[in-house]
């Protein structure tokens, strides 16, 4: 059953959007999460809806790595609106990520691909168990059983022999497994630029252009 507070959430994250998106974007709690914002401001500045969901742990790690301290939970959609610019406002379809109740998790509504970045180790080992524990875990668990896109962009190390069985436990299932590892062939100079290298392959993945870093000519 669900809450008030996550009727609200739902309510009051972008349904003046008239395009239903085709993408969801979730942000978990690894390092790295600045490699999901990033993505979301991506796909934003090219105008495309987005649903999101960021799990606690997530919350967390947005506060201790880039200084976003989204407060209450059922404050979350504005303080990630204010974040991203009233703009994303119409954009972003924020879902709660105790919200089993939300559109991402039925194979009947229409969507292309699920990306979650980072992933935590345990997201990915509840995804590859099929646990469906969190809205986060049952939207990977119908891009599985849908046949549609997933990507996971793990960012741990060392891995486990855990972590690497429940790696290639997905990418046997045809999961896109592209872990946070910038190239250098580029020749970065900024941790920006490192960034955007893993967004972009990650955009790759969507089949979303970008010239977000030179590509390799040989």
């Known amino acids: ?55 606690a742990s997530g919350a967390v790690v947005l506060k201790e790595e880039i200084s976003l301290d989204l407060g209450k939970r059922e404050g979350w959609p504005n303080r990630l609106t204010r974040y991203f610019g009233a703009s994303s406002k119409t954009l972003i379809h924020y879902l709660d990520e105790r919200d089993l109740a939300a559109p991402i998790s039925s194979g009947s509504h229409p969507l292309k691909a699920v990306a979650i970045v980072p992933c935590s180790m345990s997201t990915l080992s509840g995804i590859a168990c099929g646990s469906s524990g969190n809205l986060i875990e049952r939207a990977a668990d119908v891009a599985l059983k849908e046949g549609r896109k997933l990507i996971v962009v793990p960012r741990e190390t060392p891995l486990s022999a855990i972590h690497l069985e ?53």
Not at 32 to 55: A, D, F, N, Q, W
Not at 168 to 180: E, F, N, Y
């Open 1 to 55: 059953m669900r809450t008030q507070s996550q009727v609200t959430l739902r309510q009051s994250s972008g349904q003046a959007s008239h395009k239903s998106p085709e993408y969801a974007i979730a942000i978990t709690g690894a390092s790295g999460v600045i490699y999901g914002m990033r993505l979301v401001e991506v796909l934003l500045e090219k105008k495309i809806p987005i649903y999101l969901t960021v799990s």
């Open 166 to 218: 429940n790696m290639l436990k997905l990418a046997r299932l045809g999961v896109h497994v592209l872990p946070a590892a910038p190239g250098f062939y580029h020749r970065p100079k900024k941790v920006e630029e490192m960034v955007d290298f893993i967004v972009g392959r990650v955009l790759d993945l969507l089949g979303v252009e970008h010239n977000l870093f030179k590509r390799w000519r040989g």
